[in-house]
C-alpha cells in the first residue's frame, strides 16, 4: 500500500519533517511510515595495530572491553531510535493522522530509503540533520543524496511548519518541472491553494509558449494561477519573490546535472535549498 516515507534523525527538524508530514497526509488521505536509520559504524574503536604496543593478556583485555562498550553502544542507539520513532508517531497522530507506521533500520540512508520508497507518493526530509544548530548555512551532509537517489518527489521541510496558502512553481520549461506540473494538477495537496508560476530568463516566444502550457494544464485542475517571466539570476529573483509575495512553499525542478558540473558551477537546487526559508519540493 502506498505511504508516505517521512525521515527523520532525532534533530530539531525532525519535529518539523512530523508537522509537513502530517499535513500532507491530512490532505491526501495517504498514510504514513516514519523511518530512521542508524548509520553504520564507520571506524572501529579497536586500535588497528597493538603488537609491540602492550603484552598479549593486556591486549585481550582491552579487546574484550571495546568490543563490550561497541555492544552497549549499539544497544543504546537503538534504544534511542525507538524512542525518536515513538515520538514522531505520537506527534503526527495527534495532528489527526490515523495511520503512523514506523520503521528502524541499520546501515545506509540511501539505501535504506531506497528500498522503503517503492510505493511511497513522496519523500519528506528535513533541511539539515543533527549538526543543524552548528551548521545553519549549510544543508546536511545526506540530503543532497538523498534527492540524487530517491525516484520519488521529496519535499524538504523547513525548521518550522506554518499553515500552506501560497506556493510558487520555478519554472525552466525542463522535464523535471513540467512532471512536477502534472504531478500538481493530478493530485490533491495543493488544492485550495493559490500558484505562482515563475520563470527567470529571457521572455522568448518559446518560453512564453512552454509557461502559458504549464498554466493551462494547472488551470484545468482548479487552480488559480498567475504566471511571468522576470529577467535576472535565478536564485536572487526567485527568493525575493518569495520573500515579497509570502509564499509558504517552492516546488522546482532537482539537479538536472552531474555532482561533477555541480562542483565546478554550483547547483542551483542547494542554493535555493539553502537560501529559502520555505519548505521547497523537489521533483527528479
Request: hydrophobic share 45%; glycine share 8%.
Amino acid at each position: 500500500m502506498s505511504a508516505l516515507v517521512a525521515l527523520i534523525d532525532g534533530s530539531i527538524y525532525s519535529q518539523s519533517v512530523c508537522d509537513h508530514t502530517a499535513w500532507v497526509a491530512q490532505k491526501t488521505g495517504y498514510p504514513v511510515e516514519v523511518l530512521h536509520v542508524l548509520g553504520r559504524r564507520g571506524v572501529s574503536t579497536a586500535p588497528a595495530d597493538l603488537s609491540g604496543a602492550i603484552n598479549v593478556d593486556a591486549r585481550e583485555n582491552l579487546l574484550s572491553e571495546l568490543a563490550a562498550f561497541d555492544e552497549e553502544r549499539a544497544r543504546l542507539a537503538q534504544k534511542r531510535g525507538r524512542l525518536i520513532l515513538e515520538e514522531a508517531r505520537a506527534r503526527i497522530r495527534d495532528q489527526g493522522v490515523e495511520t503512523v507506521n514506523t520503521r528502524l533500520r541499520n546501515g545506509d540512508l540511501v539505501e535504506a530509503l531506497q528500498k522503503a520508497e517503492t510505493d511511497a507518493p513522496l519523500v519528506i526530509i528535513g533541511k539539515r540533520g543533527e549538526a543543524a544548530d552548528f551548521a545553519k548555512l549549510h544543508l546536511g551532509s545526506n540530503l543532497e543524496r538523498v534527492v540524487r537517489a530517491c525516484t520519488k518527489p521529496i519535499l524538504v521541510a523547513s525548521r518550522a511548519f506554518k499553515p500552506q496558502n501560497r506556493f510558487m512553481i520555478a519554472f525552466d520549461g525542463g522535464d523535471s518541472v513540467m512532471k512536477a506540473v502534472r504531478h500538481i494538477a493530478a493530485g490533491k495537496l495543493f488544492s485550495g491553494m493559490e500558484c505562482r508560476l515563475l520563470t527567470v530568463g529571457q521572455p522568448s516566444a518559446t518560453v512564453r509558449e512552454r509557461l502559458q502550457t504549464a498554466e493551462s494544464v494547472l488551470r484545468d485542475s482548479g487552480l488559480s494561477v498567475t504566471a511571468e517571466v522576470r529577467e535576472g539570476q535565478p536564485e536572487s529573483v526567485i527568493i525575493k519573490a518569495i520573500e515579497a509575495e509570502k509564499i509558504d512553499l517552492l516546488v522546482m525542478g532537482a539537479y538536472g546535472h552531474s555532482r561533477i558540473r555541480s562542483l565546478i558551477i554550483g547547483s542551483t537546487t542547494s542554493e535555493m535549498v539553502r537560501s529559502c526559508l520555505v519548505p521547497v519540493m523537489l521533483f527528479r
